[in-house]
């Protein structure tokens, strides 16, 4: 709980950082663009303003992620944080589209809607560069930390006004060389890496809705830990589900067979305890206490998922469990009647052998 809650405080934090700072770039691009006569600053001051709307759209996410688990969700709300990061890589997919488009349109038009701007929209364009690329580091170490897709879905989108604005760049500074083909140019090869960013964001929230297992990384670290927890004598079997920012672990570990009840229980509740102690991503961890093999041997220790079985117990045969068998009646329909046990098996319950 208090990793959740300390989670959702950086987001906030980092969210309205983030807020803050698109507004004044907002402001200061648009005047730039306007006073230099440059279209491209312009544009480049709408894609900062529809930074403010992603945000606004990760902190709801976030906060609705963040409620507790209540009777129609007793899991909690963990996955809507997935549904706040896939509505981001949509919007950054239109915004790399979009860019793309607009380069082409340029260089199918020879590069005459360009106009020779002012010297103030190099400028305005080179703070733009610098400003939001430290935003994308300062918002995905956050997200990092936290674990939080929707916070790294806003960190990619800071950088995609960041390349934007490096297409403003070249095309202002290419445009007074008497260069414009490079401003459609460099939009063109920007829109893929946005694209492509939209889409590893995409992906990675989907992973976390549908159960994926954590990475391999953490299983192992995972598995380590718990082989080292005094009792167990291995780990039998071990899975893990992403759900939103956090993950379930569910796991079977071997124990000697001839303690208590009551000693298996502990060695099960340190077992819960390390794993959420030492890994606070996990909201929850399920142990079920199997015993060891027989001469102390323990189940298989290698590997973070084993489906390793013993033979299920057949059923004994009807005639040692003194079971009811069908017979026809006399007008041929069916009736139960005891079954017949052998002389030998009567011998023995006579005996009480």
Known sequence: MREADEGRRVAMRVSGVSIAVNLALTAFKLAAGLLARSGAMVSDAVHSASDVFSTLVVMGGINLAARQPDRDHPYGHERLECVAAILLAVILAATGAAIGAQGI???????????????????????????????????????RRVHSGALMADAWHHRSDALSSVGAFVGIFGARLGWPILDPLASAVISL???????????????KMVDKACDTQTVQAIAAAVRAQEGVAG??????????????????????????????????????????????????????VNPARPGGKAGPREGDAISERAAPLKPPPPAACGQLEKAPGP???????????????????????
Request: a positive charge; glycine letters at 8%.
């Open 193 to 207: 890496f946005i694209c492509k960013a939209a889409l590893d964001i995409f992906r990675d929230a989907v992973d």
């Open 105 to 143: 349109a340029q260089m199918c038009s020879g590069g005459k809607a360009l106009a020779a701007p002012g010297a103030l929209a190099l400028t305005a364009a080179a703070v733009s560069i610098a400003v939001k690329e430290w935003m994308f580091r300062y918002t995905r170490k956050a997200a």
């Open 331 to 353: 007008q041929g329909e069916s009736r139960q009647v005891p079954l017949q046990r052998s002389p030998v098996a009567r011998n023995r319950a006579g005996s009480g052998r």
């Open 235 to 288: 780990l039998d079997e071990m899975r893990t589900r992403q759900f939103g920012a956090r993950a379930y672990v569910d796991m079977e570990i071997a124990v000697d067979g001839r303690l208590s009840l009551e000693a298996a229980h502990q060695i099960a509740e340190g077992v819960h305890r390390a794993v959420e102690a030492g890994f606070p991503q996990v909201k929850h961890c399920m142990v079920h």
